[in-house]
């Protein structure tokens, strides 16, 4: 069984909107914290945004008030909703589960394959 699949990357205009999904098993994804991750080209990956099983969220100051990060503990389903889009935020986004804390350099086992985003001029 594969970890984590994400999906509704795709092409949008600068200041569009998407909404990604990333589907787990129940079993991760009710004993883990989910993260979004992404990585530009030749960039480094960084963290973007992380939920709690609390609900409680965190953000990148990038992309805070522009993106917003739930979960659905009925459908095994963590979203990240894309708003106000810039070229900059043009990166594959990755799905990431753990139980410890995120950051750009800490994450945990559990990694999806990717979703690509791209956001036009």
């Known amino acids: 069984q594969v970890p984590l699949v994400e999906s509704g990357g795709g092409l949008v205009q600068a200041g569009g909107s998407l909404r990604l999904s990333c589907a787990a098993s129940?079993?991760?994804?009710?004993?883990?914290?989910m993260a979004w991750y992404r990585q530009a080209p030749g960039k480094q990956r960084e963290l973007v945004a992380y939920?709690?099983?609390?609900?409680?969220?965190a953000y990148a100051e990038s992309v805070k008030g522009r993106f917003t990060i739930s979960r659905d503990n009925d459908k095994n389903t963590v979203f990240l909703q894309m708003s106000s889009l810039k070229p900059e935020d043009t990166a594959v986004y990755y799905c990431?589960?753990?139980?410890?804390?995120?950051?750009?350099?800490?994450?945990?086992?559990?990694w999806g394959q990717g979703t690509q985003v791209t956001v036009s001029s």
């Open positions: 990431n589960a753990g139980t410890d804390y995120f950051s750009d350099y800490n994450w945990g086992p559990y």
């Open positions: 129940g079993t991760i994804f009710r004993a883990n914290n």
């Open positions: 939920i709690r099983t609390t609900r409680t969220t």
